[in-house]
């Protein structure tokens, strides 16, 4: 948990997650079964799965949010009604802390991020515990597996000539939105979150602009001035020549990329799941969703 920024400056012990599992086993006395990933957006993807060899525990394909949302609300265990504590916080220095209980997801959220920030601004997270038929009820499955296949169809690209950004569209259902160069990045870490907004310039026609607000993750895209593209839709910036992410710590002016959007999973188009991961929800009030085609899984 917490801003990306903070984790280019700030190198993880590499068994953060590990020992924050363990500490909630310890407080419910019990063992967990299987590991589950939270959201399978950037190194949040990878760190149960090095968690899990660490424990000899099986990863479950599937996530909280087929994608990456800032806030611990912000999926499907939340939505779907799961209570998130007791749950587990921890650090590089081996400082852990353990919520017994808290009135609700969005209470979760605030006492876990004043640790975070108290914490250095990024945290391993161990939350929230759950039977095999909550799992099933809730649980965005095959992200993990989609995650490989992209990440397999990219290499492959590669390897044989072919342009990435198409292997991706294909794998997502997705399509592009803007093809061009990064010209300016404005990026602030507040209340341990990574906030700003970037700005593009089409490739051929300097005059047609894309710019991009971001919590953390992209949360809305505007093409001269009009929104294309909208949370909890994915927004994807890759680089044109060889289909490397860009998440928005790695932003910086000159990078030449492709802007993808990519249809959300079913599960987060909801009445429900879209009061709380919408454009509204990130303070968009006057931004309708208007979904893309399809749907992500």
């Known amino acids: 948990m917490g801003a990306p920024t903070v984790g280019i400056e700030k190198i993880p012990r590499g ?25 399978i957006g950037g190194a949040n993807a990878l760190k149960p799965l090095i968690c899990a060899l660490q424990m000899d525990l099986p990863v479950v394909d599937g996530d909280g949010m087929g994608r990456a949302f800032p806030e611990l609300q912000m999926d499907s265990f939340a939505i779907g009604g799961l209570d998130l504590s007791p749950l587990a916080l921890g650090d590089c220095h081996r400082n852990q802390v353990v919520l017994h209980s808290v009135s609700g997801p969005v209470q979760a959220e605030r006492y876990a991020r004043n640790l975070t920030i108290e914490m250095g601004g990024s945290t391993a997270l161990a939350m929230p515990m759950m039977t095999g038929h909550e799992l099933k009820r809730t649980l965005i ?4 597996s989609l995650a490989k296949a992209l990440g397999e169809a990219v ?3 590669r390897e044989v000539g072919k342009d990435p950004v198409e292997r991706i569209i294909d794998l997502t259902q997705g399509r592009v939105l803007f093809r061009g160069k990064i010209t300016d990045v404005e990026r602030r870490t507040t209340r341990g979150f990574s906030r700003g907004t970037m700005k593009l ?18 949360l809305i895209a505007y093409r001269n001035g009009r929104a294309v593209c909208t949370v909890p839709d994915l927004i994807t910036l890759v680089e044109v020549e060889n289909g490397e ?39 968009y009030k006057n931004v309708p969703f208007q ?5 992500l899984l």
Do not use: C, W
């Open 15 to 39: 068994d953060e997650l590990e020992k924050t599992v363990r500490v909630l086993e310890s407080h419910i006395g019990s063992s967990f079964e299987a590991i589950i990933i939270g959201e």
């Open 141 to 144: 499955r095959k992200t993990l």
């Open 155 to 157: 290499l492959g690209a």
């Open 201 to 218: 310039a089409a490739f051929g026609d300097p005059e047609d602009h894309l710019e991009i607000h971001f919590q953390n993750e992209n």
């Open 245 to 283: 992410p860009i998440g928005t710590e790695m932003l910086r002016y000159g990078l030449r990329v492709a802007v993808i959007g990519m249809p959300a999973p079913v599960e987060l188009k909801t009445p429900e799941a879209l009061a709380v991961v919408g454009p509204e929800a990130f303070g």
């Open 291 to 295: 979904p893309l085609p399809g749907n």
